[in-house]
């Protein structure tokens, strides 16, 4: 009987306390600490933070534990922590060209000023599972260049040189939007659109990004530059009259760049996508920056002809605490609705049978 | 290391921070000045999923004061998991007093239903929205749907009736009922049966909507006319149930089918299990009620 879903206070006690008992799993084996997980399993920490949007490795860890290593549950866990936090202001915007690199490659050129700097990369390992990580053999200590950390100009600001990329669009002059202060309305401008992008769930913009290269508006597209590092994030103190850095945070940036035919709008050029995300997270970042060229469609005079080219939609869906929210849903109790479903079936039904019992003519013919 | 062994003591009171709460206020106090309009608002990420009540658990939360007596209500419940959920919710982060009698409430947050008591001045019924928009189905776009508000421009709506008449001789709409708020706005009164859309006419207290995820605020003042789209041949009807309620034997009630067993067996009982309760303590029975499984 379905009436056993009643007197719920006792069962969703009872619940929370197996779902502890499941999350600790066999007591014989060592918890987890946070600090194994921020450092061992650095990467989901990384896109928790990105999609949590908010930065920080200890919350980000505990989520993840308290998930059950369920990411988009860790996600929702931060995101609605963050929203209990007083916004104290907006930092300066944070200069990636003077990051602190430990990765940068470029797609475009072979050897540019500052170098290819491949870094902790899983790019040119072979996926041979190693049975070696299995235990806790001893691992050597990474080799490290010697002398200041690497800072290198960005690959976009060596074709502004030549005026044959489009420039670092018009700096704004007023402040940019707030996704999270104000309500989302369409069509956005690109500031909160990027926001939104960089909160958005990993699979859902690689798959879109992944359709514009398969045809679904092909932008020819080539990595000019992908960037991850620290930066420095600084903000203005009113009362001293100068910014103030109050610390660094990982970066991922990715520059796409774009071929772009010209139009009644803007001459032959190269256009760009661009994609920052928090920590290590390259695939979205990239990902980010294809959708971000997609949906620049309106603006540069192109067809909207593809679904990641179509804002409303992409941005609508993007977000996997919602998408996830309002699917799962569909498990909470709607026997009103169904029952009110139920009624008018049943009585459709009657008619349908009363009119074929009667000879009469079915619905279809008598429209 | 910022992970401190932080209870919900140390949030504000009532979860959300007291800026965000002034944002949803003056949500809503737009949100009342023009009746059945969808005021967008930058809703917030709460600490129970999209689709669980967001939208509502967010309006609740502006508006409530300690002296404030919260019911909270899920298929006319009050114990189905989410509004058990709900109003531990409130008790915890508000320390308000809850109830679950429709009178005592000052503040009644629901999901799909309107209570059977008529509500009265002072009292304020917050709805929990999946859908704002009555026109989403008809048109998916948010900028087309806003424009078509604007204009007034609901021939589209009336077209989906006049089809469902053509086809199926009925409006095929049971529950989450067009209606046109003060002769401007359709809205959608939020998947509550259609049962209950009459209750909304009129009525003494106000009525709130909130949509968490699609973050959007509209409203129902007090005294406002609230009428369920029709056409004059073929007038709106409410839903109705050829038996009444096995437990406490009322008429003109919206019931839940339970099913009993495995050869077809079934019995209708309110939904409203406040209203059932009240009318069973007053010496109401109905036909099943001495077995005593539900009482």
Avoid at chain 1, 42 to 68: H, T
Avoid at chain 1, 131 to 141: Q, Y
Avoid at chain 1, 307 to 318: G, M, R, T, Y
Avoid at chain 2, 44 to 63: D, L
């Amino acid at each position: 009987m379905y009436v056993a879903v009643k007197g719920g206070e006792k069962a969703i006690r009872n619940a929370h306390r197996l779902l502890a008992d499941r999350r600790r799993g066999d007591r014989s084996v060592p918890a987890l600490t946070l600090t194994q997980i921020t450092c061992q399993l650095a990467l989901a920490i990384d896109r928790v933070m990105s999609e949590g949007a908010l930065y920080d490795r200890d919350l980000a860890a505990l989520a993840v534990k308290q998930a059950r290593g369920d990411m988009i549950e860790a996600i929702f866990l931060v995101r609605a922590y963050r929203t209990t936090l007083p916004r104290f202001g907006y930092s300066e915007p944070v200069d990636t060209g003077a990051m602190h690199i430990e990765r940068r490659i470029s797609a475009t050129y072979k050897d540019l000023p500052g170098g290819q700097m491949l870094g902790p990369t899983f790019d040119y390992t072979h996926r041979l599972l190693d049975p070696e990580l299995a235990g806790d053999a001893a691992v050597p200590d990474a080799e490290r260049r010697d002398g200041e950390p690497a800072r290198a100009m960005r690959v976009s600001d060596i074709l502004a040189q030549d005026g044959l990329i489009e420039g670092d669009c018009d700096a704004q002059t007023e402040m940019p939007g707030d996704i999270t202060r104000e309500p989302m309305e369409f069509p956005m401008e690109r500031d909160t659109r990027l926001q939104s992008l960089s909160r958005g769930d990993e699979g859902f913009l690689l798959a879109l990004a992944y359709s514009t290269q398969r045809g679904y508006a092909r932008s020819h597209p080539f990595a000019g530059e992908i960037r991850i590092g620290e930066v420095e994030v600084a903000v203005d103190m009113p009362e001293l009259g100068f910014a103030v850095t109050i610390g660094r945070v990982q970066l991922t940036e990715c520059q796409m760049i774009n071929q772009f035919k010209g139009s009644s709008k803007a001459p032959p050029q190269f256009t760009r996508g661009y994609g920052l995300v928090f920590g290590q997270s390259e695939r979205k970042a990239m990902a980010m920056a294809l959708c971000d060229r997609a949906m620049r469609a309106r603006e540069l005079g192109e067809d909207i002809v593809a679904p990641a080219q179509d804002e409303e939609f992409v941005i609508s869906h993007c977000d996997n605490v919602q998408a996830s929210g309002f699917v799962e849903h569909l498990k909470l109790p709607h026997y009103v609705d169904f029952q009110a479903e139920l009624e008018l079936v049943r009585t459709m039904r009657a008619e349908h049978e009363s009119r074929r019992d009667a000879g009469e003519p079915m619905p279809e013919a008598a429209e | 290391m910022t992970v401190q062994p932080t209870g919900l003591a140390d949030y504000n009171f009532a979860y959300l921070d007291e800026p965000t709460k002034r944002m949803i206020r003056r949500a809503i106090l737009k949100a009342i000045a023009i009746p059945g309009y969808q005021v967008p608002f930058a809703s917030r990420e709460m600490p129970m999923p999209y689709g669980w009540g967001t939208g509502g658990v967010q309006v609740t939360a502006s508006i409530i004061g300690p002296d404030d007596t919260l019911k909270v209500i899920d298929q006319g419940a009050d114990d189905t998991t989410n509004a058990v959920s709900i109003r531990a919710f409130f008790a915890k982060v508000a320390e308000v007093s809850t109830t679950t009698s429709t009178a005592e409430a000052t503040i009644i947050q629901t999901r799909h239903r309107i209570p059977e008591e008529t509500l009265g001045e002072g009292q304020v019924l917050v709805y929990q929205v999946p859908i704002p928009e009555p026109l989403r189905f008809l048109e998916p776009r948010e900028t087309e749907t806003r424009k078509m508000h604007a204009l007034e421009d609901y021939g589209l709506m009336h077209v989906k009736l006049y089809e469902d008449i053509a086809r199926n001789g009925h409006i095929a709409t049971t529950y989450a009922y067009p209606v046109k708020v003060e002769g401007r706005y359709v809205m959608d009164p939020s998947p509550t049966p259609k049962f209950d859309n009459p209750k909304m006419d009129q009525s003494e207290a106000l009525q709130l909507f909130g949509a968490g995820r699609e973050k959007r605020i509209y409203a129902v003042p007090p005294y406002t006319s609230v009428v369920s789209l029709d056409f004059e041949d073929y007038p709106f009807e409410v839903n109705r149930f050829d038996e009444p309620c096995a437990l406490c034997g009322a008429e003109g009630v919206y019931l839940d089918e339970v099913v009993l067993d495995d050869r077809g067996g079934r019995m209708f009982v309110c939904s409203d299990t406040d209203h059932c309760e009240k009318r069973r303590a007053a010496g109401h029975r109905g036909a099943m009620a001495s077995e005593g499984t539900l009482a």
